[in-house]
């Protein structure tokens, strides 16, 4: 038996010096990472990335994670917790270097009005929740996919806590 993949010996130990945690227990500190997959954009036919994946880490442990899809709980819509933390954290600054366009309200003719959406980097056109959710399974399937290279700090409230919620087994810290 290897809960969480350690040896049952390591396990117990561990989960008796407060290394099996819950997390998140509750609103507080923690890290935002994307990954991203690149397109080439349907309106100016140069390349662009766009979000695939959210990924929410403890503030100091990596391995303390959980993913979101970019649309959680708000395809084609602004209700979307996920897009709206985007919209916020992902500065112009974060963006660039990312190659990512703005998080924005954009009109869609297939929605028939504007939603919270992913834009091309360079002409800003909408690049639609639809052809994203695609675009995440082709990416993971065939490796495209751009695992996060930046953490942003932010604080996590109640709106993504139900999502996330599981319980994790910390690495041993070596001894001082
Ligand atoms: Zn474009």
Redo the contacts with the bound molecule.
């Keep these: 038996m290897r809960p969480f993949g350690v040896p049952l010996a390591e396990f117990v130990r561990g989960a008796l010096s407060s290394r099996l945690v819950i997390w998140p227990k509750g609103p507080g500190p923690a890290r935002l990472g994307v990954t991203t997959a690149g397109l080439t954009?349907w309106?100016?036919k140069?390349d662009?990335q766009v979000i695939v994946t959210v990924h929410v880490a403890h503030p100091r442990h990596d391995e303390v994670c959980f993913s979101l899809s970019w649309d959680e709980g708000g395809v084609w819509g602004d209700g979307s917790p996920v897009k709206q933390l985007l919209a916020r954290l992902l500065t112009p600054e974060v963006r660039g270097p990312l190659n990512l366009g703005a998080i924005k309200p954009r009109f869609s003719k297939t929605v028939g009005g504007m939603y919270l959406s992913q834009g091309?980097t360079?002409?800003d056109?909408l690049q639609g929740d639809y052809f994203i959710m695609e675009l995440r399974h082709e990416a993971f399937y065939d490796g495209q996919a751009r695992a996060p290279s930046v953490w942003l700090p932010f604080t996590l409230d109640q709106s993504l806590l139900q999502t996330g919620q599981e319980w994790h087994f910390l690495p041993a810290v070596p001894s001082s």
Excluded: L
Aim: aromatic share 0%; hydrophobic share 10%.
């Design positions: 954009c309106r100016c140069r662009t091309c360079r002409c056109a």
